[in-house]
């Protein structure tokens, strides 16, 4: 199985900071990573496909890079509607997805 | 627009059985995959199950493997989960979700609204 591990668990920022969030793979994945983001009692919603493609209508201020087995999730300038939680996703061998990154106001 | 409901969750007991269903609309239901994902109560998501377009291939987390069956009804548009055995390890709330149509695009596009499945005596 392949395991994700996100990092930071939670993230404190303010509107306009520039934020990144990791997600490190436990063998290569090459690009067969998506991100996510999910708010309190809704559904999770795609933000990034194949590591950095953006999903249609999500606002360009989010970026996904990397491959292999270390990738990034970088919000360029937060905004009020960004408070949420963010999860990554590999779809290299079958499905799983990293514990989560809670973007918290500071 | 593509649209996902759940449907079916609720209380079990312990070592109880449920079926869940997944009513889809707004696009070609038989062309997608379809899977089930579920979050537990303040946790994070875990893949359960995924179901190819035409039903004839079915994968399963090692967690549900054995208990859990997936199926498909392409007349109906409805996508199901048979839910055998349950301990409260399934507490959760179960999503819908489909994959796009591009080759090794595996990831969730479309989500439903989830149901919320209590495992509890």
């Known amino acids: 199985d392949i395991q994700m591990t996100q990092s930071p668990s939670t993230l404190s920022a303010s509107v306009g900071d520039r934020v990144t969030i990791t997600c490190r793979a436990s063998?290569?994945?090459?690009?067969?990573l998506a991100w996510y983001q999910q708010k309190p009692g809704k559904a999770p919603k795609v933000l990034i496909y194949?590591?950095?493609s953006l999903e249609s209508g999500v606002p360009s201020r989010f970026s996904g890079s990397g491959s292999g087995t270390e990738f990034t999730l970088t919000i360029s300038s937060l905004q009020p509607d960004d408070f949420a939680t963010y999860y990554c996703?590999?779809?290299?061998?079958?499905?799983?997805f990293g514990q989560g990154t809670k973007l918290e106001i500071k | 627009e593509a649209q996902l409901l759940e449907s079916g969750g609720g209380l079990v007991q312990p070592g109880g059985s449920l079926r869940l269903s997944c009513a889809a609309s707004?696009?070609?239901?038989?062309?997608?995959?379809m899977s089930w994902v579920r979050q537990a109560p303040g946790r994070g998501l875990e893949w359960v199950s995924s179901?190819?377009?035409?039903?004839?291939?079915?994968y399963y987390a090692d967690s549900v493997k054995g208990r859990f069956t997936i199926s498909r009804d392409n007349s109906k548009n409805t996508l199901y989960l048979q839910m055998n055995s349950l301990s409260a390890e399934d507490t959760a709330v179960y999503y819908c979700?489909?994959?796009?149509?591009?080759?090794?695009?595996?990831?969730?596009?479309?989500w439903g609204q989830g149901t919320l499945v209590t495992v509890s005596s």
């Open positions: 179901i190819s377009g035409a039903g004839d291939s079915t």
């Open positions: 194949k590591a950095s």
């Open positions: 707004g696009f070609t239901f038989s062309s997608y995959a």
């Open positions: 063998q290569n994945i090459n690009t067969w």
């Open positions: 996703q590999q779809y290299n061998t079958y499905f799983s």
């Open positions: 979700a489909k994959r796009p149509l591009a080759p090794g695009a595996y990831y969730f596009d479309c």
